[in-house]
C-alpha cells in the first residue's frame, strides 16, 4: 500500500511496483492461457520477434534482461510449439537467427488484441488516460536510464 507520507519512500516505492508487476503479469499470464494457450513471457518473446524479425538469442536477452540460457530455453520451448525457427546467421555460424513462422504470427496477432484489451482494463479503470500516460513517460525514463548504465543486467 502506498506511503501517507509526502516524503517519498523508496522501499514503498519499490514493493508497490514490484507487487504491481507481479499481478498484473499473472492476471495477462490467466488471460493469455485461457484463450492462447501461452503465457507472458511466451506472448512477451513473440511480439518482440514479430517486431524485430532475424533477432538473435542474445538481442532477446538483452531487450528482457534475462540470462542467455534461459532465453535460449524459451526459444526452444516455442520452436517445439512451430512458432519460431532458427535460420543460419550469415554473419557469425556460431549464433542463428530467430523468425516467426506463419503459425507464430498469427499466435501473435491473435494474443496482441487479447493482451492490449487486459492491460486497458486492469490499467485504465484506475489510473484514467492522464495518469496512464503519465505512468508510461515516468517508467519509460526510468527504464532509458537503467539500461542507458547497464544497470540489472544478468551476469550469465
Not at 15 to 28: G, K, P, Q, W
Not at 63 to 76: H, L, Q
Request: neutral net charge; proline residues 4%; hydrophobic residues 35%.
Amino acid at each position: 500500500m502506498a506511503s501517507k507520507s509526502s516524503v517519498p519512500d523508496p522501499v514503498t516505492l519499490f514493493t508497490d511496483l514490484v507487487r504491481c508487476e507481479t499481478r498484473l503479469y499473472n492476471a495477462l499470464n490467466d488471460r493469455l492461457r485461457d484463450r492462447h494457450g501461452i503465457v507472458t513471457s511466451q506472448y512477451e518473446f513473440l511480439h518482440y520477434l514479430r517486431e524485430h524479425p532475424g533477432s538473435r538469442v542474445a538481442d532477446l536477452a538483452t531487450e528482457f534482461a534475462i540470462g542467455i540460457g534461459a532465453t535460449s530455453k524459451g526459444m526452444d520451448r516455442l520452436e517445439r510449439q512451430g512458432w519460431v525457427a532458427r535460420r543460419p546467421n550469415p554473419a557469425d555460424r556460431r549464433s542463428s537467427l530467430l523468425v516467426l513462422t506463419d503459425e507464430g504470427r498469427r499466435l501473435t496477432d491473435a494474443a496482441e488484441q487479447t493482451f492490449t484489451e487486459r492491460v486497458t482494463e486492469l490499467i485504465e479503470p484506475t489510473l484514467g488516460t492522464t495518469r496512464t500516460s503519465t505512468a508510461m513517460q515516468t517508467f519509460a525514463l526510468l527504464r532509458t536510464t537503467l539500461e542507458r548504465d547497464q544497470i540489472g543486467m544478468p551476469t550469465g
